[in-house]
């Protein structure tokens, strides 16, 4: 099992960035998919970024090009730097690990065994 603890959310305004962090303890390895989630009131959670153990990523569209995911396997931490950021970016973040194929990573979110407690991010104008 692997704990995870998010960090870095907040309020913002419109245009401007924030970095989230997720700290994990616990072993994740090659066959781990490390991903950023994210949940608005009424709506459902959707997959935002996910990286593999070496570094391939993928991206939501809505993010495209504005968000960028990294990971410091060293650390055992996940990244997420938001750029541009727009009122509909506001959610509650959640960072999520599991032993799911890469070309599934942002397609599930039953398959993820390990949750953190999210981070509230606040986009306004």
């Known amino acids: 099992q692997v704990q995870l603890v998010e960090s870095g959310g907040g309020s913002v305004q419109t245009g401007g960035s924030l970095r989230l962090s997720c700290t994990a303890s616990?072993?994740?390895?090659?066959?781990?998919?490390m991903a950023w989630f994210r949940q608005a009131p009424g709506k459902e959670r959707e997959g935002v970024a996910a990286?593999?153990?070496?570094?391939?990523?993928m991206y939501a569209d809505s993010v495209k090009g504005r968000f960028t995911i990294s990971r410091d396997n060293a650390k055992n931490t996940l990244y997420l730097l938001m750029n541009n950021l727009k009122d509909e970016d506001s959610a509650m973040y959640y960072c999520a690990a599991g032993r799911i194929a890469y070309v599934r990573c942002l397609r599930t979110t039953d398959e993820y065994a390990d949750w953190g407690q999210g981070t509230q991010v606040t986009v306004s104008s």
């Open positions: 616990g072993y994740t390895d090659r066959g781990y998919c």
């Open positions: 990286i593999a153990f070496e570094g391939s990523t």
